[in-house]
């Protein structure tokens, strides 16, 4: 099938004027190293009058050239594009979409005979010669495809009725455009995020800085003022609204702090300006690239993720203190995914006081830190968006999906749970599954719960003599004179306390496992506190085996941290219980329940 390019459409484009869709064919391309930045990619197109090499694929479109997509003579219909002018004058067209409508290889070579375009040197397009089956040129509606189109019959024309600036000393560009060698450029924007003001105070002084999100349809980038800038702009704006903004400084991006995604972050300067814009219909809301809870096993550890799910669970608020000694309020919550997994999420600040869980309503999260803490959870941070049921077919699609059939599902959950009961969203399995799946045997801990009923404990060496100081649970060494010693604190002290070291051995109907219990769950499993249990140890013989006897085939729901250990060059699974807990039997049996009807159900 033979193409016909957009003849003309080269010197449309350097001037600016719209071109709809023009077909181009690929000559040369070219990569440019962007030293600390992005790597650019360099066009020479043909329209079969002329070739320019002053196109410029935007680094959203980098992969097209990475994964070898365009090729020299393949042929492509650039849908959206922005001509920029440099500071030296030269135009340079940034292609911000473009599909290959004919491969390289189905391409027999360039197409034409075209010569390099130089401004009013161009020459007319060639009448095509007659042909007695050729079809007449239709309109960009018809019905033939895109290689069949003749040349727009646009090109030369003014450019579309884009927003007029206030100003009218530049033209509005799209955000996907922008990069640092633009000298006159203004966006309209959406702000779809603005963070509080922030201060610092180090040896070079005072500061105060703010930052905010936005968005139009081809993309999105942050943007930060410091000082001046929060005195002048930061009360005008308002999250939601749309603004014009122009002449602020670019940079390549912090993705430390952003998960944008934009190669470049804008910062606001002396000659920037901000101007409300009333005509905001046609710019979007907001740009979200969620990605699924069960995926973010693979995700590196800090990185800036969106998220959506049900809210399955939510915690009270809790404040704690940060270490410069500042309290700040705390609320974790888990969020469910149609994968069904869950994750802990926790919030921070007025987020975290003001946030209503009722009626498990389906939150977005743009913007969100992934921590391995505790196997895998989420973080909001000063930058992060919330959206509580947001308008977008993402949270319907989920909330249908949850009011079906997700409310039934337990959900495997990708954090550690620290919450108690037997019915939360926690990483259920028996002591056959631990084996058989060979938890433990990955370079971090797994995690698991199970119910257990105790077999045996062994008494001997469960206590020992620990550090009496506060913070310290190091064994102290007796110096037969009243006194203890600990190494750690460097320190003799009068007195000490007693620690438990449990191990014990727990089954449940498929298997049988040796765990180790520490303080705590250790005195839950006895029932007695361990000063209690080691005052007997040392005068009373038979009540403390009565201890051990009464706390023998008791069932607890055990939550437990499970890794390969290596030992003197033997490897064995340990198993240490992270919290143990009676079984409420009736959350346990909500849960039997549920699954018995998932089994029933497939």
């Known amino acids: 099938m033979s193409v016909k390019l957009s003849e003309g459409a080269i010197e449309a484009l350097t001037k600016g004027s719209n071109v709809s869709n023009p077909i181009l064919q690929l000559i040369n391309i070219r990569k440019i190293d962007g030293g600390s930045g992005p790597v650019r990619f360099r066009l020479m197109m043909s329209d079969g009058l002329h070739t320019m090499s002053s196109f410029m694929l935007s680094t959203q479109l980098n992969y097209l050239a990475e994964q070898n997509e365009v090729a020299p003579n393949c042929v492509c219909v650039v ?37 390099p375009y130089v401004e009013g040197q161009s020459k007319a397009p060639q009448p095509a010669a007659p042909a007695p089956s050729a079809r007449p040129l239709q309109p960009q509606n018809g019905g033939d495809g895109p290689m069949n189109r003749g040349p727009s019959r646009d090109f030369g024309k003014k450019p579309m009725s884009a927003p007029n600036t206030p100003s009218g000393t530049s033209k509005v560009v799209p955000i996907a455009s922008l990069n640092p060698y633009q000298s006159k450029w203004t966006v309209r924007a959406r702000v779809t995020n603005k963070s509080a003001i922030r201060t610092w105070s180090n040896s070079r002084g005072d500061g105060k800085l703010f930052s905010m999100e936005i968005v139009d349809e081809s993309g999105e980038i942050r943007v930060t003022g410091f000082n001046q800038e929060v005195d002048k702009f930061y009360s005008l704006i308002e999250q939601g609204k749309v603004y014009y903004i122009s002449k602020g400084s670019l940079k390549i991006a912090n993705k430390q702090y952003t998960s944008l995604k934009n190669d470049y972050e804008m910062t606001l300067n002396g000659e920037s300006s901000i101007i409300p814009c009333d005509d905001s219909q046609d710019v979007p809301m907001v740009q979200c690239d969620f990605v699924f809870i069960a995926d973010l096993e693979a995700r590196d550890k800090d990185a800036i993720v969106d998220v959506i799910g049900v809210c399955k669970s939510v915690e009270d608020v809790t404040r704690i203190t940060t270490k410069n000694s500042r309290e700040v309020s705390k609320r974790n919550i888990q969020l469910m995914d149609m994968s069904g997994k869950t994750i802990q999420v926790t919030m921070w600040g007025k987020e975290a006081e003001t946030f209503d869980g009722t009626g498990q309503p389906i939150l977005a999260i743009k913007g969100a830190r992934l921590s391995d803490f505790g196997g895998r959870s989420l973080s909001t941070l000063y930058s992060s968006t919330l959206m509580i049921n947001p308008d977008m077919p993402e949270a319907y699609k989920l909330r249908g999906w949850y009011d079906k059939e997700g409310h039934a599902l337990d959900g495997q959950s990708m954090t550690e749970m620290r919450g108690g009961g037997g019915g939360g969203p926690t990483n259920w399995k028996t002591l056959a599954d631990v084996k058989n799946e060979h938890l433990g045997h990955g370079d971090k801990a797994d ?17 020992y003599q620990a550090c009496s100081s506060k913070d310290c649970n190091k064994k102290v060494v007796d110096q037969q004179n009243g006194m203890y010693r600990c190494e750690k604190c460097d320190k003799e002290f009068p007195d000490f306390k007693y620690r438990l070291m449990l191990s014990a051995n727990i089954a449940d109907f498929s298997d049988n496992q040796w765990v180790t219990c520490f303080q705590d769950s250790a ?35 055990f939550r437990n941290r499970v890794k390969l250990e290596t030992y003197n060059d033997e490897s064995r699974i340990k198993v240490t219980v992270v919290e ?21 159900a497939q």
Request: aromatic share 8%; hydrophobic share 35%.
């Open 523 to 557: 005195e839950t499993l006895l029932g007695q506190k361990a000063d209690y249990i080691g005052q007997l140890k040392d005068s009373n013989e038979a009540a403390f085996d009565e201890i051990f006897q009464h706390a023998n085939f008791n069932t607890f729901v």
């Open 447 to 463: 995690y698991f719960t199970c119910v257990g009923t105790i077999v045996y404990m062994r008494k001997e060496n469960c206590l």
């Open 580 to 600: 143990a807990k009676p079984v409420d039997h009736k959350e346990y049996s909500k849960r039997l329940i549920m699954n018995i009807r998932k089994t029933a």
């Open 79 to 115: 849908k959206r594009s922005v001509t920029n002018v440099l500071k030296d004058g030269r135009p340079v067209v940034i292609i911000l979409d473009m599909e290959v409508v004919k491969p390289a290889d189905q391409v027999g070579g360039k197409i034409g005979d075209p010569t």
